[in-house]
C-alpha cells in the first residue's frame, strides 16, 4: 500500500514547506535583483578601477548562489510529488539531494527523517532529526518528532527528555505536551501524565489527540481505580465524531469497548485501526488485535502517539 500523507504528519499544504517556498521565491527575487544591480554597476566599477576578475568571481558567485537555492527547491517539490505518488524511495533520494545542495535547512531532514520512519526504518529517522537539532538547537519540532520516535521503539525516558526540550522552546504545544505525558505514563507517572492531556485539553477541549490520550488511558491503564470504561467511550466517540475514522480514533474506540466486554465492536475497530496503519505500526496493531480476538481487555498497550 502506498504510504499516506496521514501516515508521515505531512500534507501537501505543510505549512513549513509552505514558508520554504516563500523563502527561496524571495531569496530568488532579492539575488536576481542584486545581479541585475552588478550588471549595472560594471561599468562603474571597471571605471574606479575594479579589476575585471573581482567583477568576474562576484558575478559567478550570485549566480551560484541562485541555482543552488533553485535546486534545493526543486528537488522538494519533486519529492513531494513522489510522496504523493506513492513511491518513497525516490522522495527519500530526492530529499537526500535537497540536503545536500542546503545542508543547514532543518525542515529537509524532517520530512527525509518522516519517511523513513514511515519505512520502519527507525535508525536513519532518528539520525535525521539529530542532525536537524545539530543544525538549530531550538527546533521545537524535531525534538517533538525524535521523542515519538523513541516512543514507538520503547525509549521512553530519553523521549520525555525530547519533549521536555520541546515544551520548553514552546509551552503552547499540544504535541510536545501530549507526547511527554505519553511518556510519563509508560514510566508509571501517571498523576504527571494526567496533568500534561488536562492541560492540552483545557486549551482546546476539542483537541482530538487530546482526547484520544485521554480515552486511552481511561481504558488500559494497569491501576483498576484509574480505568473508567464508560467515559472511554464516550471521549473516544467524541474525538471519532470530530475527526472521522481514523487510525487513533479506531483505536481508542477499540480499547474502551474492549474494557466494557464488547469485544465484537472491539475487534471491529481494531481491524479498521490496522487498515489505516503504516509499515511501522503494523505489527503493534496486530498484537493488539491478537488480544481483542480471544477477548482480553488492553492493558497498557505500545504506545498509542
Not at 507517572?189 to 496533568?195: F, G, I, Q, S, V
Not at 480515552?215 to 465524531?241: E, F, H, M, N
Amino acid at each position: 500500500m502506498p504510504l499516506e500523507f496521514s501516515e508521515l504528519n505531512i500534507i501537501p499544504e505543510d505549512s513549513r514547506l509552505r514558508r520554504s517556498d516563500f523563502q527561496f521565491s524571495l531569496s530568488r527575487v532579492l539575488l536576481a535583483t542584486t545581479l541585475a544591480c552588478v550588471l549595472i554597476a560594471i561599468p562603474l566599477l571597471e571605471l574606479l578601477g575594479a579589476r575585471g576578475t573581482d567583477v568576474t568571481f562576484v558575478l559567478f558567485f550570485i549566480i551560484v548562489y541562485i541555482l543552488f537555492y533553485d535546486s534545493s527547491a526543486r528537488h522538494i517539490r519533486a519529492g513531494m510529488r513522489s510522496l504523493q505518488q506513492g513511491n518513497s524511495a525516490a522522495a527519500i533520494q530526492l530529499f537526500s539531494q535537497a540536503i545536500e545542495a542546503k545542508p543547514g535547512t532543518p525542515i529537509w531532514y524532517h520530512f527525509r527523517g518522516m519517511i523513513h520512519e514511515a519505512r520502519g526504518e527507525f535508525t536513519e529517522a532518528l539520525d535525521d532529526m539529530t542532525t536537524a537539532i545539530q543544525v538549530d538547537p531550538n527546533d521545537w519540532y524535531a525534538y517533538v518528532a525524535r521523542g515519538s520516535m523513541r516512543l514507538n521503539k520503547h525509549n521512553y525516558s530519553s523521549a520525555r527528555d525530547d519533549f521536555d526540550r520541546a515544551v520548553a522552546l514552546v509551552p503552547t504545544s499540544s504535541d510536545a505536551k501530549l507526547g511527554r505525558s505519553v511518556a510519563n505514563y509508560k514510566l508509571g507517572k501517571y498523576e504527571l501524565a494526567n496533568a500534561d492531556v488536562d492541560s492540552v485539553l483545557d486549551s482546546d477541549p476539542n483537541c482530538v489527540a487530546g482526547l484520544c490520550v485521554c480515552s486511552w488511558y481511561l481504558a488500559t491503564c494497569p491501576v483498576d481505580s484509574l480505568r473508567d470504561g464508560s467515559q472511554a467511550l464516550k471521549i473516544a466517540k467524541l474525538a471519532s465524531a470530530l475527526s472521522g475514522p481514523c487510525l487513533s480514533s479506531c483505536t481508542v474506540l477499540s480499547a474502551a469497548y474492549a474494557e466494557l466486554g464488547r469485544f465484537h465492536e472491539a475487534v471491529k475497530e481494531a481491524e479498521f485501526a490496522l487498515q489505516r496503519a503504516g509499515l511501522n505500526r503494523r505489527a503493534e496493531l496486530e498484537g493488539r488485535l491478537a488480544t481483542l480476538i480471544v477477548q482480553q481487555p488492553l492493558r497498557d498497550g505500545l504506545a498509542l502517539c
